[in-house]
């Protein structure tokens, strides 16, 4: 049996909508003719978009076709039960909360329920005031969670380069300063690369500027196979990119280098019409914290000017701040 509330009831701030919203999607599922009927009333009356259908079969068949923001079912069905018919929701991919009823006599099949997929249950007698408090509720929940993803998803996306999908020069300064004032805690070196391409530009020019964005795609995609877990590639700006390798001296990011001149010099890099290109190198210059700098823009700085040592010493090497060493091919 259906308790309904007196009038007068009030709606609770999770209920209020206002007139340009769209109204809320809730798929009732009833076996019981004057529940359903009197469950898809009163959710209209307040303003949620209401469909009702007797059965679990009819309902996946529905969403199949159509998206709602709610399921609301009994748990006591003919042919398929609550629990089967949000199994089966579940393997349809569907993320869809899925609320169920049950009678006090059968709260640990309630749970069952839940372990099965379903958000939450309430319990016979309904009181319709109060399930429309609780659909609201996991709807607010469901909405918070999901400005939530959204948040992270574009913080994340606001630190991507758009082209390469590594880390661009914002999030790169803001990392590096994490980072050199974790070393300072703990008096731990750190070393900062600073990559260029060579030739870039003639590149471009031969190619095409299709191409030179394949390229850049590519050094990005090979800068991460060669780095440490804990290390941090971005993109610099342009053709330069930078790597931070936490807890290793310049001496010991020699081999970090080695195997990124390595696996640019050995790739088969091709033109935006399959064409191959020709070898292609990098510069790299290195500095060190807190040996060559004790700020950020300090060691950028000192990292910059190695890299154009190397380049101004034939290009195609490793050059450490105030030391070049030049790599034989």
Not at 297 to 305: C, G, S, T, V, Y
Not at 311 to 316: H, L, S, Y
Request: net charge negative.
């Amino acid at each position: 049996m259906l308790e309904e509330s007196g009038a007068g009831l009030e709606k609770s701030a999770l209920a209020d909508q206002t007139n340009d919203e769209q109204a809320k999607k809730i798929l009732v599922v009833e076996d019981d003719l004057v529940e359903r009927e009197a469950l898809e009333e009163f959710l209209q009356v307040n303003d949620f978009a209401v469909q009702a259908v007797a059965s679990a079969t009819e309902a996946l068949k529905i969403l199949k076709k159509s998206d709602f923001d709610l399921v609301l079912t009994d748990l006591v069905m003919p042919e398929m039960d609550g629990i089967s018919m949000t199994r089966a929701i579940r393997d349809m991919g569907k993320d869809v909360p899925v609320l169920v009823m049950t009678g006090f006599a059968s709260i640990e099949y309630a749970v069952e329920a839940i372990k099965a997929g379903a958000t939450d249950f309430i319990t016979k007698p309904l009181k319709l005031d109060h399930v429309v408090f609780i659909i609201n509720r996991v709807l607010e929940t469901r909405s918070l969670r999901k400005k939530a993803m959204e948040t992270e998803y574009y913080k994340d996306l606001s630190n991507r380069d758009e082209l390469t999908k590594i880390s661009n020069y914002r999030h790169f300064n803001y990392v590096l300063q994490l980072e050199i004032d974790r070393q300072l805690r703990y008096h731990r070196p750190l070393t900062l690369l600073i990559i260029d391409i060579d030739d870039f530009k003639k590149c471009n020019d031969v190619h095409g500027h299709l191409t030179g964005d394949m390229v850049l795609v590519k050094v990005a995609s090979l800068l991460t196979t060669q780095i440490r877990s804990c290390d941090f590639v971005a993109r610099y700006g342009g053709d330069e990119f930078t790597v931070i390798l936490p807890e290793i001296s310049e001496k010991e990011a020699l081999p970090v280098c080695r195997r990124i001149m390595k696996s640019i010099t050995h790739c088969e890099f091709q033109s935006f019409e399959k064409k191959t290109i020709g070898p292609l190198s990098v510069t790299i210059g290195i500095a060190s914290f807190p040996k060559n700098a004790n700020v950020g823009r300090e060691l950028i700085e000192k990292a910059d000017r190695a890299m154009y040592s190397g380049k101004r010493a034939g290009k195609n090497c490793i050059c450490i701040f105030g030391d070049e060493l030049h790599i034989e091919h």
